[in-house]
């Protein structure tokens, strides 16, 4: 006798999510929402049963580091801005807080991996070049590339931003770790500050 089974790769998202937790949710921005919001697996006051919400998360976590561990198979050239995108796309589009990484490169341009400078809003404060170039210098990188995401998807730089890449870009220089770019992460979208001019 055999048992009958479910052909997941044929249901929707919100089918998917069902067969998990129990209960339909609407995912306006599709699977976005599970990642950086889980919460709305809350809406219109149901709560999760215990085990459905560590299921979800279960869930979340494995989805996060398969991203992850694409993105270190990722080991081409940079040659432009869509190269670093490529690499800190998976990494940083579904982090729920604001991550500041550098990006590592050899001297021929080549990954030769990330380091996670801070956690939080973008300021001065806590993107310190000191951090920035320590992880730089640990690493013997010929130049870096630093990246912000905006958890809310939209890549368009601030004024802080701004900021903070002229302030590494004057530090690169006189540690003689050249800053190449600044990649700012949306959800499947990226703005470069050197594309933007603010970088030369």
Do not use: C
């Not at 869930?59 to 694409?70: A, C, D, F, N, P």
């Not at 341009?109 to 801070?118: D, F, Q």
């Amino acid at each position: 006798m055999t048992t009958k089974t479910t052909d997941f790769a044929t249901l929707s998202n919100e089918e998917l999510i069902k067969e998990a937790v129990g209960k339909y949710v609407a995912m306006p921005n599709g699977l976005r929402d599970i990642l950086i919001n889980p919460e709305i697996l809350e809406s219109e006051g149901k709560a999760l049963t215990p085990a459905a919400y560590k299921k979800v998360m279960v869930i979340r976590e494995l989805s996060r580091r398969l991203l992850q561990e694409g993105a270190r198979e990722y080991t081409s050239i940079v040659r432009g801005p869509n190269d670093a995108a490529a690499y800190l796309m998976p990494i940083l589009r579904y982090e729920v807080k604001e991550n500041f990484v550098a990006l590592l490169l050899n001297t021929k341009n080549k990954i030769v991996g990330h380091r996670v400078i801070s956690v939080g809003s973008l300021s001065a404060s806590i993107v310190h070049p000191r951090e920035v170039f320590k992880e730089a210098v640990k690493a013997s990188a010929a130049s870096i590339i630093v990246a912000y995401n905006h958890p809310s998807g939209d890549p368009t730089p601030s004024r802080e931003d701004v900021a903070v890449t002229e302030r590494l870009i004057k530090a690169g220089k006189i540690m003689d770790i050249p800053v190449l770019d600044h990649i700012i992460i949306g959800d499947s979208r990226y703005i470069s500050m050197k594309e933007r001019g603010h970088i030369k």
